[in-house]
């Protein structure tokens, strides 16, 4: 049988790695000048940890695993003649692949908080499952690199947020746009248009605009049990354009009997005219009130990121979440944070060609092998070379020089190095360039300085 990777998975060759490593070490790096620390956690959880803290939508895509040994030795014949899936899930299953980092990370703060630091500020890369339907740009293993801050609720967190965002966008070359809204004007208008107690169902549907268009969210809410004259009273919120002082003032007005939605007002214009006054953002940032974000722990401003010149869903998102350590046993405990979307963001990368040359180069030089002597004479000049920090390789076998020559070009190798009698006799090494051709008779130092300095 021919074999095949899972559906909704892929692997990756040392190119991809290299693009994938140039994506991780840019955000790493913008993260740590913000202070954030690394830490990493299992990849499975209980579902006890898991479930029911993604909203009912999330459950479902949770991918469970079968308990070892005999894990039907707790399930009785008339459970599964009945096929009660739910059920038998429950008793089959007490652990599961952990669907994002931010669960498993406040489970982390409430095991660890006597060792830790308040406010901690973590980042974390790992990968991520979610029983999903493929498709482009939506995998069912991919990577997530967050970075939450925990243990205090100064929205100063957020404007930092924001630039972490704008920081590492703005070094990949990514021309984005940064969406902001908060979950309190979202509670706010379901109190205006009269549904307060559908306040999930309508973030839930109000988030998919994007995938399934207005008429679509409409007969959703529909559906959920929204009134007509309630959908027709939300219109003119989701269709609302302007700016964001003008979103903003608008939206004050309408939501001036929710106090709720009044103290998203003033989050929202507070982080926003803070980031004006820094004037060092490269990409755009816009209030969009029909910004959800469906997962339910989300209690203050929420973020998302869009490239603007290429088709991708979100690439980056997060917000504010109150009462997320609360479900652990642990109230009163703020936390924010932001999630990349690695795959995404490669995948973006790669449609508008965005990585420089020497993030994908391999080995800078090529040893060429002629024979026991040659190489004995070269090991120690390539030793010398790698203590420069300079990366080479010897090709392993004297094989002939055209096969040696053609692995230096399939693999982008930029120098070669050749040493024979004539060499070896002078005590020095020949330079080849691959693009130019160019050879240079070198000691093993002017070597070191012409590769360090090509």
Not at 104 to 128: C, G, N, S
Not at 137 to 162: A, C, K, P, T, W
Not at 174 to 188: A, D, F, S, W, Y
């Amino acid at each position: 049988m021919k074999p095949s990777t899972v559906k909704g998975t892929r692997d990756f060759g040392p190119v991809e790695m290299a693009k994938r490593n140039y994506i991780l070490n840019t955000i790493k790096e913008v993260y740590e000048l913000y202070g954030f620390q690394q830490i990493e956690t299992p990849a499975m959880e209980t579902l006890q940890t898991l479930m029911g803290k993604y909203g009912e939508e999330g459950d479902k895509l949770l991918f469970k695993v079968l308990n070892s040994g005999d894990y039907l030795q707790k399930v009785s014949d008339e459970e599964l003649t009945e096929r009660n899936t739910l059920r038998l899930a429950a008793k089959l299953c007490e652990k599961g692949l952990r669907y994002d980092l931010t669960v498993p990370f406040a489970r982390y703060v409430v095991m660890h908080r006597e060792e830790l630091q308040l406010p901690f500020r973590r980042y974390q890369v790992q990968p991520v499952w979610r029983a999903d339907r493929p498709q482009k740009g939506r995998y069912r293993e991919f990577y997530q690199f967050d970075g939450d801050i925990v243990g205090s609720d100064s929205l100063l967190n957020e404007v930092e947020l924001m630039q972490i965002e704008d920081t590492v966008f703005t070094r990949l070359g990514v021309r984005v746009q940064i969406k902001i809204n908060n979950r309190k004007i979202l509670t706010g208008i379901a109190e205006y248009i009269g549904a307060a107690d559908k306040i999930v169902d309508i973030t839930v549907a109000i988030d998919k605009l994007d995938k399934i268009g207005i008429d679509g969210v409409n007969a959703e809410l529909r559906n959920d049990g929204l009134s007509d004259e309630q959908i027709e009273k939300l219109q003119p919120i989701i269709a609302l354009e302007g700016t964001n002082e003008q979103k903003l003032n608008t939206i004050a007005e309408v939501l001036s009997g929710s106090e709720t939605g009044q103290k998203g007002v003033e989050e929202t214009r507070f982080i926003l005219s803070t980031l004006s006054t820094l004037n060092t953002l490269h990409n755009d940032i816009q209030l969009d009130l029909t910004l959800a974000r469906g997962l339910s722990y989300y209690t203050g401003a929420i973020f998302e990121v869009k490239a603007l010149d290429t088709p991708m869903g979100s690439i980056s998102g997060g917000g504010r979440y109150d009462n997320l350590t609360g479900i652990f046993g642990m109230p009163g405990l703020s936390g924010v944070g932001i999630s990349f979307g690695v795959d995404r963001i490669y995948d973006v990368l790669d449609a508008l060609n965005l990585y420089p040359q020497d993030s994908l180069q391999t080995s800078r030089v090529l040893f060429i092998n002629f024979g026991e002597r040659e190489t004995a004479y070269q090991l120690p000049v390539i030793a010398r070379v790698r203590q420069a920090g300079i990366r080479a390789e010897l090709f392993p076998d004297a094989a002939k020089m055209k096969k040696q020559m053609s692995y230096a070009n399939a693999k982008h190798i930029p120098f070669v190095v050749l040493a024979g009698e004539s060499e070896m006799a002078e005590g020095k090494v020949t330079l080849k360039n691959m693009a130019t051709g160019e050879q240079s008779l070198l000691t093993p130092d002017e070597l070191i300085s012409n590769l360090s300095n090509a």
